[in-house]
């Protein structure tokens, strides 16, 4: 089945520096990738969208200067969080969509920001 | 936009008993709706979904219900185990290649 390798699990990043999340579909090619938020008892909250070759669409409120999502494959998109802050620290998760329906969830990657 | 609403929030349920959860959505376009188990610290693993299709889906003890008229849909699971025990998501996208939205979740809670 559809396999989305994501990494690292978990970081720890002094506030101020900048994080980097890789997000690959090892057998099948993500024309889309979702990237979301999920804070502590709470849902998944959409991030930002993006399509290979595209620039990303950010949801309302997600700042797009901070968070810097390229995807410039079918098979890799990356997640920057620049001058990452103590209220960045979250559950990052992508998701790749290939040619159906369906949706694969990287592992998730617990950010935690000192 | 679409709004996926979930309930109940928590559900405790013994060893053995059924559990219902339900989702009702807005978008009138939404066309699939998966439904994630998500573990502690884990990623969330699609367990079930249907299309809009379709009115039923069963997969040994779990079932999804749909109603496009009523625009909701429900996970049903049959003689719950321990490792039931997690948060459940359902969602809903808006067409093929859009994005999900989820609802808030419930917590699941099997006692032994």
């Known amino acids: 089945g559809a396999v989305v390798s994501q990494h690292p699990s978990r970081v720890i990043c002094k506030s101020g520096t900048s994080v980097k999340i890789e997000c690959r579909s090892l057998?099948?090619?993500?024309?889309?990738m979702f990237w979301y938020r999920q804070f502590p008892k709470q849902s998944l909250m959409l991030m930002a969208t993006?399509?290979?070759?595209?620039?990303?669409?950010?949801e309302q409120g997600v700042e797009k200067d901070k968070f810097l999502i390229n995807h410039a494959s079918l098979t890799l998109s990356t997640l920057t969080v620049t001058s990452a802050h103590p209220e960045d620290s979250s559950f990052y998760i992508c998701?790749?969509?290939?040619?159906?329906?369906?949706?694969?969830f990287g592992s998730g990657t617990r950010l935690t920001v000192v | 936009g679409e709004n996926v609403e979930q309930h109940p929030s928590t559900l405790s349920v013994q060893e053995g008993d059924s559990a219902v959860i339900k989702c009702t959505y807005s978008d009138s376009a939404s066309n699939y709706f998966p439904w994630y188990k998500q573990e502690l610290g884990k990623r969330p693993q699609l367990i079930i979904d249907i299309r809009s299709n379709v009115g039923e889906k069963k997969d040994q003890r779990i079932a999804v219900t749909l109603n496009k008229t009523a625009k909701h849909f429900s996970l049903h699971i049959t003689e719950t185990q321990p490792e039931d025990s997690a948060v459940y998501f359902c969602?809903?996208?808006?067409?093929?290649?859009?994005?999900?939205?989820f609802g808030p979740g419930t917590r699941l809670s099997v006692l032994p």
């Open positions: 998701s790749a969509s290939g040619a159906d329906y369906g949706y694969t």
């Open positions: 993006s399509n290979e070759g595209s620039k990303a669409t950010y």
């Open positions: 969602a809903a996208n808006k067409g093929y290649g859009q994005n999900f939205v």
């Open positions: 057998d099948f090619q993500a024309t889309t």
